[in-house]
């Protein structure tokens, strides 16, 4: 047994001798490697993806469990590839704004407010949050500039693409995922099959947080705000086909699958301005290519970790 294990075991014991009193027992429930994680992590996280996708509450608790048992999974992994090239220890301003936006997308209007809403025993303290999020900025760090000059974007289409929009409408989707990817030795069909099928059980947001590897997938799949010139030609004709509330079928997007939900949807009259819009472009393409990197560059350091679950 590693060292840093038997460590942990003489801290639990020593927390519970001097804490009889909790009928709560702490026990290991996953190894990674020589990194464990407690039946106390994972109800920590539970409160915590609860938080981010209150339809989560409406879970079984066995599903609940599994969803943050493997997200404190993903969370280490990255956490030990991210220690590999940076110094979490330091500070990162970008932290900051990170969690402003993070309040934002919670509905809270400050930290203070947020501080109030975290008055379980169980809950995470703004401290571990941002340490948190400071894993996620430094893992997206790595995947630039790991793969920046791999992303390919041809200009030229996109502004076709400008040149050919013949009003000044334009549509925005609010948008939610399901991003996926063929699992090895699983039927891609009856992989799609029950995904459909816990769509139906549980809703999209839900299943997004059990099937979903994006980083959406935390909040339920909810991606925001997109306007349809960002869109593929393959998606804006799928999401053309559908109202507000329904979702796309299956969707191929390079060697993963996609499945889009309409969570609203808006027209808004714009200024022309083809330069801002190249860009919008852009970004959003690179964004995109990013992220299938980002689950590239995962998938390969995960094989080298053991992942014991008791």
Do not use: C
């Not at 927390?15 to 039946?39: G, L, P």
């Not at 608790?61 to 493997?70: E, F, L, T």
Request: aromatic share 10%; proline share 0%.
């Amino acid at each position: 047994m590693k060292l840093k294990i038997i460590q942990y075991l003489i801290i639990i014991l020593f927390s519970y001798n001097f804490n009889a009193f909790s009928n709560s027992e702490i026990f290991i429930a996953v190894t990674i490697n020589n990194e464990i994680i407690t039946n106390q992590d994972i109800a920590k996280e539970e409160e915590y993806l609860k938080k981010l996708n209150p339809d989560l509450s409406k879970l079984e608790k066995n599903k609940m469990n599994n969803i943050a048992k493997n997200s404190l999974i993903n969370q280490i992994i990255k956490k030990n590839e991210v220690e590999k090239f940076f110094d979490l220890k330091k500070e990162n301003s970008l932290v900051e704004e990170v969690f402003k936006d993070l309040l934002k997308k919670l509905n809270f209007d400050n930290q203070f407010d947020f501080k109030k809403s975290l008055i379980k025993e169980n809950e995470y303290s703004i401290e571990e949050i941002k340490k948190n999020l400071k894993i996620e900025l430094y893992w997206n760090e790595l995947i630039f500039f790991k793969y920046k000059d791999m992303i390919k974007i041809n200009k030229d289409d996109l502004k076709k693409k400008i040149e050919a929009k013949k009003n000044n409408f334009e549509t925005e989707f609010l948008l939610s995922e399901i991003f996926f990817n063929k699992k090895k030795d699983v039927n891609l069909n009856d992989q799609i099959k029950l995904i459909k099928e816990s769509i139906k059980d549980i809703g999209f947001n839900s299943t997004a947080n059990i099937f979903s590897i994006s980083e959406s997938a935390k909040f339920g799949g909810k991606i925001g705000w997109v306007k349809e010139n960002n869109l593929s030609k393959q998606i804006s004709k799928e999401l053309s086909k559908l109202k507000i509330g329904q979702h796309t079928e299956v969707i191929q997007v390079g060697n993963n699958y996609l499945m889009l939900k309409i969570d609203d949807k808006k027209n808004n009259k714009i200024l022309i301005n083809k330069k801002k819009q190249l860009q919008e472009m852009i970004n959003y393409e690179t964004n995109r290519q990013l992220t299938q990197y980002s689950n590239i560059y995962f998938n390969k350091a995960k094989i080298n970790y053991i992942i014991d679950e008791k």
